[in-house]
């Protein structure tokens, strides 16, 4: 009747990781915002730097755009750049959570932080 309730001995064991597990994500929150990546489009002519966490932190485009004029190319590479930089970061953090879990045993956790380097924006 009971037989699943023998897990519940391991509770505090559980409550106590969590705790940890809580307290590392805001480390790696606070060390991720740190790092930066960059992402790139059109050879170089657009470049997007970004913290770990994906958010944009500068813009660098090439002189020779406002040269030609060409606002279509410029509005193409622009988001090109902008999602490049967010993969990276996706990538960057999915790698540091993967370092942080490793030294916990939750079943399907590789798996799914595996996946997230590997996410495409929405459309």
Known sequence: ?????GNLA???GLI???????SKMQQLTAELKT???TGSA????????????GEALA???????????????????LPAAINAAQQK?????????QSLAGGM?????????????NMQPPE
């Open 1 to 5: 009747m009971f037989k699943g309730l």
């Open 10 to 12: 391991n509770l505090p």
């Open 16 to 22: 106590k990781q969590a705790q940890e597990m809580g």
């Open 35 to 37: 790092k930066r990546v």
């Open 42 to 53: 059109g050879g170089g002519l657009v470049e997007v730097d970004a913290n770990g966490l």
């Open 59 to 77: 813009v660098r485009i090439d002189p020779s755009l406002f040269a030609k004029q060409d606002r279509e190319l410029l509005e193409d590479l």
């Open 89 to 97: 970061a996706k990538e960057l953090h999915a790698e540091s959570m």
């Open 105 to 117: 045993n939750i079943p399907g956790l590789s798996d799914a932080l595996g996946g997230l380097g």
